[in-house]
């Protein structure tokens, strides 16, 4: 992949990790929370275990436990802690303020774990990135009505997905992404199945719409969004791939305003300026270490 590979991969990412929360605004108009995760995960598994059946995969017992940790972290804690959380009443603005600290445990990990140094550009650049989200998601700050133990919920899912992140770099699995998706796909489908008939929210509803939900997180989310995640990951490392998230609020804004006309808060612009140029500052930090700069700590990438 040259660099406009590594562009197309890295908007992709943005633009379909972020079609996650508008999948979601559409499935629970009809069903929990619970439920949507669950066929998400069933249907998208079903898909793509076909696929592997006809491509005729094999994998060793090893890589099977190996994805499926990282399914476990990524996929089921992270996702499962989120959605939760905002189930029992924590605002979405104040999770994905909370989401929105993953860079920065990324950055303060990726030297000593991986060896991604972060110069001091690259650390105002993330400073400036969770600044400029926290501006964007201003007018859904706050408390809301869920119970204090009910925060811990995203932030675990936060720290799940910053231990799978590193996991994944510092393992450089030989399992291609599809495998690697595949295999957590399935993993993710058989939690989420579990945990929805525990609940008795298994049985999902007649309505067409639950369904068209269904497929745009399967799409756009599951195979677009977290498939792009694992590219630019293997590809271009753990602190890069973080660091695109942010710019998923200011995306996820866009989206709303364009499927559901929710107009954003007088803060939302400047937010976005300034999380654009924390996110550019970061990069341009990363890039150039992948250069060589001698004066500089090794990137790893």
């Known amino acids: 992949m040259d660099r406009r590979s590594d562009a197309a991969a890295s908007a992709?990412?943005?633009?379909?990790?972020?079609?996650?929360?508008?999948?979601?605004?559409?499935?629970?108009?009809?069903?929990?929370?619970?439920?949507?995760?669950?066929?998400?995960?069933?249907?998208?598994?079903?898909?793509?275990?076909?696929?592997?059946?006809?491509?005729?995969t094999r994998l060793r017992l090893r890589a099977l436990l190996r994805q499926s940790t990282l399914?476990?972290?990524?996929?089921?804690?992270?996702?499962?802690?989120?959605?939760?959380?905002?189930?029992?009443?924590?605002?979405?603005?104040?999770?994905?303020?909370?989401?929105?600290?993953?860079?920065?445990?990324?950055?303060?990990?990726?030297?000593?774990?991986?060896?991604?140094?972060?110069?001091?550009?690259?650390?105002?650049?993330?400073?400036?990135?969770?600044?400029?989200?926290?501006?964007?998601?201003?007018?859904?700050?706050?408390?809301g009505h869920a119970p204090w133990w009910a925060f811990l919920l995203p932030v675990g899912g936060m720290v799940a997905l910053t231990a799978g992140t590193l996991l994944e770099r510092r393992w450089r699995p030989a399992e291609s992404p599809l495998q690697s998706l595949t295999v957590q796909t399935v993993f993710a489908a058989v939690v989420f199945v579990a945990a929805a008939a525990a609940g008795g929210h298994l049985r999902p509803p007649a309505a067409p719409g639950f369904w068209w939900a269904v497929a745009w997180v399967v799409v756009l989310s599951s195979f677009g969004g977290y498939g792009a995640y694992l590219v630019v990951l293997r590809r271009s490392g753990a602190v890069r791939v973080s660091t695109l998230l942010y710019l998923t609020p200011p995306t996820t804004m866009a989206w709303a305003f364009l499927m559901f006309g929710e107009t954003p808060g007088p803060l939302a612009v400047p937010g976005v300026a300034i999380c654009a140029a924390g996110v550019v500052l970061a990069l341009r930090d990363g890039r150039r270490r992948r250069t060589g700069d001698p004066t500089k700590g090794a990137f790893v990438g």
């Open 71 to 143: 399914g476990l972290l990524c996929q089921c804690l992270y996702l499962g802690g989120v959605v939760t959380g905002v189930g029992l009443g924590v605002p979405a603005g104040t999770t994905a303020l909370i989401a929105s600290v993953q860079p920065l445990l990324v950055a303060t990990a990726a030297g000593p774990v991986l060896g991604e140094r972060v110069g001091p550009r690259g650390r105002v650049g993330l400073g400036l990135g969770l600044v400029g989200v926290g501006l964007v998601v201003a007018g859904d700050l706050g408390p």
């Open 12 to 56: 992709a990412l943005v633009v379909m990790w972020s079609s996650g929360f508008v999948g979601a605004e559409l499935g629970t108009r009809y069903a929990p929370a619970d439920t949507l995760l669950a066929w998400r995960y069933v249907v998208a598994a079903v898909v793509l275990a076909g696929l592997a059946a006809a491509l005729g």
